[in-house]
């Protein structure tokens, strides 16, 4: 019996070292098309690779910035330098509520941000976040809040780009990888943003109604992010970011979602009564082009000066 134990376990650890031997190797020589259940993209796109490596160097911010695109894509934070704030953007692409826990947990001690802004997108609570998850298991060092995750996500495509980050760490794979600060459209700036340069201005058509069905693993993961920022002595905004007008008014119970919001602290719908057209403020139905974000902005800096919302809390917008 003892002989077939120590059979079984030489097996299952030559599997594995086999598994993992195949899995870097199909990581770097098997086609993009060909890899369905692996999603390993170090700086694939909206610069989470150069966020995540520049957070690691700044500390003491008076403003942290979270959210999916709308936020590293909404809030310059050159404009807001420019009003004497010291900011982070630590938005990624497709941000969940279960990502930005994830980030939070590792960085937040470290920011000290007197005021955290959430970018609230609606849509976002209605997906599992695969997307994002993934982006940062790519981008930045696993750990326990990723293991954990991981775990309760329990697929097979999370797994093995995980396993590969880890190997990736260990033996300094992509320690060389430079990602540039132009990619395309796109331009990195120092502090977490992203300035498309995208002339064209967004003409579209109506859209069809949507019903907005948020996650319940979602709510719960907002609840801890509302936790961890009151535990950490920090202000809270929850922004709700300009979308085009026929986006907005696709969604058939966007009053719910803003009757929730409003529930969980202080909360602004950017959506309503700011001067912002569709034809020449957005580049897609859901993202401001550069002269959009100057006006969001500067409303946004606004409403942090009106309402001191660096040195106390709010109790009503």
């Given amino acids: 019996m003892k002989r077939f134990f120590l059979t079984l376990l030489s097996f299952a650890l030559f599997s594995i070292v086999c598994y993992l031997s195949l899995l870097v190797i199909w990581a770097q020589f098997e086609p993009e098309k060909l890899k369905t259940n692996f999603n390993y993209r170090i700086g694939s796109f909206g610069h989470t690779y150069t966020r995540l490596k520049e957070v690691?160097?700044?500390s003491d911010v008076d403003i942290l910035f979270l959210g999916s695109s709308?936020?590293?894509r909404g809030f310059d934070t050159r404009n807001f330098e420019a009003n004497g704030y010291k900011t982070f953007n630590l938005g990624t692409s497709a941000q969940t509520p279960m990502q930005t826990k994830i980030l939070l947990n590792k960085y937040l001690d470290q920011l000290g941000p007197k005021l955290v802004i959430l970018e609230v997108y609606p849509e976002i609570m209605t997906i599992d976040g695969m997307e994002?998850?993934?982006?940062?298991?790519?981008?930045?060092?696993?750990?326990?809040?990723?293991?954990?995750?991981?775990?309760?996500?329990?697929h097979t495509k999370v797994?093995?780009?995980?396993?590969y980050s880890v190997i990736s760490d260990f033996f300094g794979i992509h320690d060389n990888h430079i990602e540039p600060k132009v990619?395309?459209?796109?331009?990195y700036?120092?502090?977490?943003?992203?300035e498309t340069k995208l002339n064209k201005q967004f003409v579209g058509d109506s859209i069809g109604s949507k019903e907005l069905i948020f996650l319940d693993e979602q709510l719960e993961a907002f609840e801890d992010i509302i936790q961890l920022i009151n535990n950490n002595g920090s202000e809270l905004l929850l922004v709700f970011a300009p979308v085009s007008s026929v986006?907005?008014?696709?969604?058939?119970?966007?009053?719910?979602?803003?009757?929730?919001?409003?529930?969980?602290?202080?909360?602004y719908n950017f959506n309503k009564n700011i001067n912002i057209e569709d034809s020449i403020h957005f580049?897609?139905?859901?993202?401001?082009n550069q002269k959009g974000v100057n006006i969001f902005n500067e409303e946004l800096i606004k409403l942090i000066n009106q309402t001191n919302l660096l040195n106390k809390i709010i109790s009503d917008i």
């Avoid at 700036?189 to 992203?194: A, K, L, Q």
């Avoid at 966007?254 to 909360?267: A, R």
């Avoid at 580049?283 to 401001?288: I, K, R, V």
């Fill in 247 to 267: 986006l907005y008014d696709s969604y058939v119970n966007v009053d719910i979602f803003n009757d929730l919001m409003t529930s969980h602290g202080n909360y």
């Fill in 283 to 288: 580049f897609d139905d859901n993202h401001l």
């Fill in 183 to 187: 990619k395309g459209i796109d331009i």
């Fill in 189 to 194: 700036i120092n502090g977490g943003y992203v």
């Fill in 70 to 72: 709308h936020a590293y």
């Fill in 132 to 154: 994002s998850f993934l982006d940062i298991i790519s981008n930045d060092e696993v750990n326990f809040e990723i293991l954990k995750l991981s775990l309760k996500v329990n």
């Fill in 56 to 58: 690691k160097t700044v």
């Fill in 159 to 163: 797994y093995n780009t995980l396993f």
